[in-house]
Structure formats: C-alpha cells, structure tokens
C-alpha cells in the first residue's frame, strides 16, 4: 500500500503538464489556478479564494533544455532556465496567475520575463519583509499579501471572509503538522521511509489541493508506523542548501546509498517554513498570517536574520535532529546560498561538526564523484570520530 502511494505522489510531483491543477479547475466554477516560485508563499490566501496555489519548482532533470539557454546568461543558476522552457512549452496554459516571491534578482527578473511574454491573467512579484517589526515589515507584508487578493478578486469575484480563510489555515496548520510528523518519524526509524520516499509524498502536495495532500500524509503516517524495516550502519545528517533550485532525485538517493540517512534537510522548504500552527480563531485571519511570518518562520538564505543568526538556528536544528554532520548542497551559481555556507561552515568548525560541501544543478545526471565523496564522509565519521559531537554544540 505504501508504495503504490509513493508511485501515485512521485506521478503527481513530477507531472509537468499539472493534470491534477487542470483537472481541478474544470470541476468547479470561478475557481482559479496561481503558480507560485520558491521558496516561501503563503497557500492559504489562494484557498481561501476558491483556487488552488501550484509549486512551480522547475523542470528537473524531466525536461530538455534548448530555448530556455538563450535567455539567461551563463553564470546564474538553472531553474530560470527551465521555468523558461516550460513557459515556452505551453506547460502553465490555464493558470491564471503567478506569484514569484523574492529571492534573488534572478527571480526577479524571471517575473519581469513572464509579464513580457503575457503568461497568466497577473504576475506579481511578492517582496517579503527584512525588517520583522509588526509595525514595519508587518505592515509591508499584510499589504503585499492583500495585493495577491485583490489580483484573484478580479477573476473570480470570491470574497476572502475571516471564516473562509481561517478554514484554509487550519488545512495548511494540518499539513504542516503531519509533515512535520513524518519527519519525526525519520528521525527515529530512517530505515522506515527513505528520503526519496519522502520528497515524493511531500513535493505532491505542491500540485494537488490541501485537502487530498492531508488524506496521504494521514495514511502514510500510519503505514510508516506500521512498517518494520532493518537499521544499517549509516550516519545521520543534514543536508543544508537546496531551498530553492531542488536537488535531483538521483541526488538524493545517491546520498542514502553512499552511507547516509537524510533526517533533516531544506528540500522544498515551503511547505515546512512556518514552525508550528497559525492562529485560526482570529477576527482577522490575514494578520495572524502576517504575524506567523514574522515570528515562527524558518531561517534560510533568503531572508534577512539581523538578531537572529541562521548559524546559531542551525546548531539549533543540528542538536535536535541528532545528525552526525552536514552535508552544504546548494546549486551552482547560487548567491544566496555560496554566501552563507563560509559562515555557517565556520561555525561548524567551531563547534567540531563534521561537514562536507558540493553543488549540483537540477539536471545533473552523474553521480558518481559526489557518492565517492559521500561515502567517504560517512566512513570517516562511523570509524574515526568520537560521540562527541553533540556535546560540543
């Protein structure tokens, strides 16, 4: 049963043509379809306005890239390109809008390039707060958000109430939720799931409605439970980077094969960026949405972390996955993440954890090299390092 649902979720997240979007949008009326960019955006708004809030995470090492080059320059990352390719492809025909939250200026420019070539009914470019004072970024980030809104309201008509959108925060609350579970469940018994496994189920949940992702995570979690499985001599890590541009699969199972369990990473971060629930019993549900951002987000390379250092949040993190080192995988030519791993490296060797660092690129192909590297990473850890680890963090 688990794996029929693993194939079913690894259909349905690398469908490039979104049949599952499509399909949904032809069952109801004044019902609308938003792409959205990585990493982070808030789901909720968009189902709370009768649509369906789609990941557009690239297209991997499933599509040929040959016009999307033309576009970019040689020495920026490669999910533009492909985004591009699919755009051309006519792979995001009946999505009516798209939402490209600030990263990079290569995003940026990736929205200005989607207005050029007259793809959806809006493009919005979403500014996300630095500054996490309510009353400065708050105010900025609720009405950025209320931007979004007012661009869906002019396709459909559904007004966003308290209650509608304090409906969809509860569907989101039990997402994360149960995510978060089948993390927890990793950390204990990585024998139980693999990692690949788990990106499938939850990379589904970026193409298909709240409402049916929940239905899966609640089975999966239950049969994981159910599940007995055999441990193997395998180190525990993190794998630190890939926030943004997604590992290929490959990647990840070369990792686990080289002699690691994956129990914490930054793969599809989005669907993990708010840490614990959001208020669902507020008069003014969009506040609480704005509020959460500001006080319970994740750290990560795209946000600004004065007062809150992502090199203290990852020792954090590495004390409460238990991981015996680090694996920085971010993808070539990706500034937000080359700039910070020396920081956060240093402060690894600081604290005496091990780490280890390469790139990748969404369509790399060959493996070989970074298992080589892996493998020795994990042997050098099981035979040579002491239990110590943790107890210098």
């Known amino acids: 049963m688990l794996k029929e649902i693993v194939a079913r979720c690894e259909e349905l997240a690398f469908d490039l043509s979104f049949s599952r979007a499509r399909e949904w ?16 955006f808030p789901r909720e708004i968009i189902h709370a306005a009768n649509g369906l809030a789609v990941g557009i ?81 708050g105010t900025f980030y609720r009405y950025e958000l209320q931007t979004v809104l007012n661009e869906v309201y002019k396709l459909n008509g559904i007004e966003v109430t308290p209650e509608r959108l304090n409906h969809s925060i509860k569907l989101f609350n039990i997402n994360r939720t149960l995510i978060r579970q089948l993390y927890d469940i990793r950390q204990e018994f990585p024998w139980k799931m693999t990692a690949a496994d788990l990106y499938h189920i939850v990379r589904a949940g970026y193409v298909i409605p709240v409402e049916e992702h929940n239905e899966i995570l609640e089975s999966v979690v239950r049969l994981v439970m159910e599940e007995r499985g055999d441990p193997m001599d395998k180190i525990r890590v993190l794998v630190m980077g890939a926030f943004c541009e997604q590992p290929p699969v490959g990647l990840i199972r070369t990792i686990e094969l080289a002699g690691c369990y994956i129990v914490e990473d930054d793969f599809l971060l989005g669907a993990r960026w708010i840490q614990g629930d959001i208020d669902t019993g507020s008069t003014d549900p969009l506040e609480s949405i704005t509020s959460a951002y500001l006080e319970k987000s994740t750290f990560s390379s795209s946000v600004y972390d004065i007062g809150n250092p992502k090199e ?59 298992k080589e590297q892996v493998g020795t990473f994990s042997d050098s850890i099981k035979l040579w390092d002491e239990p110590v680890l943790k107890a210098n963090l």
Do not use: W
């Open 57 to 137: 995470l690239g297209g991997g090492d499933r599509k040929l890239i040959i016009r999307g080059d033309a576009y970019y320059q040689s020495y920026i990352c490669h999910i533009p390109r492909s985004i591009i390719e699919l755009a051309i492809d006519k792979h995001f025909a009946g999505f009516d809008g798209f939402i490209f939250p600030s990263i990079c200026d290569v995003m940026r420019n990736l929205s200005g390039m989607f207005q050029m070539m007259g793809e959806g009914k809006f493009v919005k470019y979403l500014d996300l707060p630095q500054n996490f004072q309510s009353h400065i970024g």
């Open 25 to 40: 949008k032809s069952q109801g009326k004044n019902r609308v379809v938003v792409g959205h960019l990585p990493v982070y």
């Open 312 to 370: 203290v949040r990852l020792l954090n993190l590495i004390r409460q996955r238990k991981v015996d080192g680090v694996i920085f995988a971010a993808p070539s030519f990706c500034d937000p993440a080359l700039l910070d791993h020396p920081i956060l490296q240093k402060e690894c060797n600081d604290k005496n954890v091990r780490f280890i660092s390469f790139l990748y690129s969404e369509n790399t192909g060959q493996f070989k090299v970074i």
